[in-house]
C-alpha cells in the first residue's frame, strides 16, 4: 500500500478524530473500572481465566485494532477499510443498543451509555460521505504533498 496524496478533507480529519474519541472512550472505560470490563470480558470468552491483567491487556488490544482502519483510510485511502468499519460498527452498535435498553431499565450511566453510539454513527457519517468518497477515488493520482 502507498501512502496516498494530497490534502485531506474535513471528513477524513472527523473521521478520524471520531474514531480516535470512540477508541479512547472505550479505553478509558475499561480501564476506569478494570473489575467490570473483567466481568465483561469473562462474559464474552468464558474459556479463559481472566484477571485484571489481561483485562487491561485486552482493553489496550481493542483499543490498538481500532486503529488499523484509521490507519488505512487516513494513510493510505483504502476504500474496502470503509466497509470493514461499517461491518464491526454494526456490531458494536447492535450491543450497545442492548446495553442502551438495560441501561434504561436499570437507570445505570444512561449518559455515558449514549456516548459509544452517538461515536459510531458520526464515525460512519464521516467516512460515507461524498467528500470522503472523493478524495479517496482521486488520492493516488494527487501530486500535491501527504499531509497539507
Do not use: C
Not at 472505550?26 to 485484571?52: Q, V
Amino acid at each position: 500500500m502507498r501512502i496516498a496524496r494530497g490534502p485531506r478533507p474535513w471528513s477524513i480529519w472527523a473521521f478520524t478524530i471520531s474514531i480516535l474519541a470512540l477508541a479512547s472512550f472505550k479505553l478509558g472505560f475499561a480501564l476506569s473500572d478494570l473489575d467490570l470490563a473483567r466481568i465483561g470480558y469473562e462474559i464474552s470468552y468464558p474459556w479463559m481465566n481472566w484477571d485484571r491483567d489481561r483485562a487491561i491487556i485486552a482493553s489496550f488490544t481493542e483499543f490498538t485494532i481500532a486503529l488499523i482502519p484509521l490507519a488505512w483510510i487516513t494513510l493510505f485511502a483504502a476504500r474496502f477499510a470503509r466497509w470493514f468499519i461499517l461491518f464491526f460498527s454494526g456490531w458494536t452498535m447492535i450491543s450497545a443498543l442492548f446495553s442502551l435498553w438495560g441501561g434504561l431499565f436499570f437507570g445505570d450511566r444512561i449518559a455515558l451509555r449514549m456516548v459509544e453510539p452517538t461515536l459510531i454513527v458520526a464515525t460512519l457519517v464521516f467516512v460515507f460521505l461524498p467528500s470522503t468518497s472523493k478524495w479517496m477515488k482521486n488520492a493516488k493520482e494527487h501530486p500535491s504533498e501527504v499531509f497539507q
